[in-house]
């Protein structure tokens, strides 16, 4: 029997230019740059991590930024359709009016009693900012206390910074499979279902603690730009990762062995409906090389990478850290 995971830990998506990314998750949505590194698999290419304003777990949205291969996604079946955000239900007037004013397209719908704002980034990731009712709140463990730091310096007022996850929807061919790693594996349970739509919450429920399924009849997706790489559940530290290893095998799946990503150890699955998972730990976190007031602030490497910092550098595209407008 595998630990119990309390919910989502970051999602990892495909950019295209990490200027215009940067610019977009920090300057429109104001979330932290929390770290800019890069691709331990592939070092010649950014890593740039969005969260907080300590980079909490379950607040971080991350990137690799494509420029060279330049290849575009495309969305089917195996892929995230949307990550979603909480705010505060007195915030959507607030959000609604910033991302329209930043000619960002958005679409309101109400969905298992949320008011939902949906929209995509600039290279077409699928966004939303879920308020969920009174009625809602006062039956949801999560409540509408945040998840999240506060940024002091966030273009955005405190009182309407994005609160952590609230979900992913994730698009299969064929729903059971994945359900089945759900429940089974991951120890999430059925909450509610509308409109071809499940929606399954982690046992122990809070923030992040929610995965929607929806089926797709359009195929498999393709990954590149405007695609999400993997979703990362939370892990409470290390040693758990060998039980979720077993549980994982004893569900016919195939996990990693636990990698070493510097501010967490990671192991990865792929469900069978094409979504690459992550089991991530909560620690050791951002501050481990860099000091909390400098997060995000230049390129840091891991040690193994350092002697070979001048050439990675040549390699990356320009980027110049995020620009928030003087408007804001």
Sequence with gaps: MAP???????????????QRNADFYVGTL???????????????????????????????????????EGRPGQF??????????????????YWRDRLESRNVAVDVENRFGET??????????????????????????ASDEPNATPWA????????????????????????????VLTDVLGYDLEDETDGRRRYRSATGGPGSIVDLVETDVGRGRMGVGTVHHVAFTVEDVEEQAEWREAFADHGLSPT??????YFQSIYVREPGGVLFEMATTGPGFAVDEDPAELGSELVLPERLEDER?????????????????SD
Excluded: C, M
């Design 76 to 93: 089917g079946a195996g892929q995230t359709q949307a990550t979603a955000y909480r705010i505060p239900q007195g915030s959507v007037d």
């Design 257 to 262: 062995e636990v990698i070493d990503r510097k």
């Design 310 to 326: 001048e050439r990675i550098e040549a390699q990356l595209p320009p980027f110049d850290g995020p620009t928030v407008g003087a």
């Design 153 to 180: 310096d966030s273009p955005v007022p405190a009182e309407h910074q994005l609160r952590g996850f609230h979900a992913v929807t994730l698009a299969v061919d064929s729903i059971e499979p994945t359900v089945a």
């Design 4 to 18: 119990e995971t309390p919910g989502l830990h970051h999602v990892t998506a495909i950019a295209g230019d990490p």
């Design 30 to 68: 104001g979330l932290r740059l929390v770290k800019q590194t890069v691709n331990h698999d592939d070092p010649g290419t950014y890593h740039l991590y969005f969260g907080d304003g300590e980079g909490t777990p379950g607040t971080n949205i991350t990137f690799f930024p494509w420029t060279d």
């Design 116 to 141: 939902v704002l949906q929209f995509e980034d600039p290279d077409g990731i699928g966004l939303e900012l879920v308020a969920a009712s009174e009625a809602q709140r006062a039956s949801d463990t």
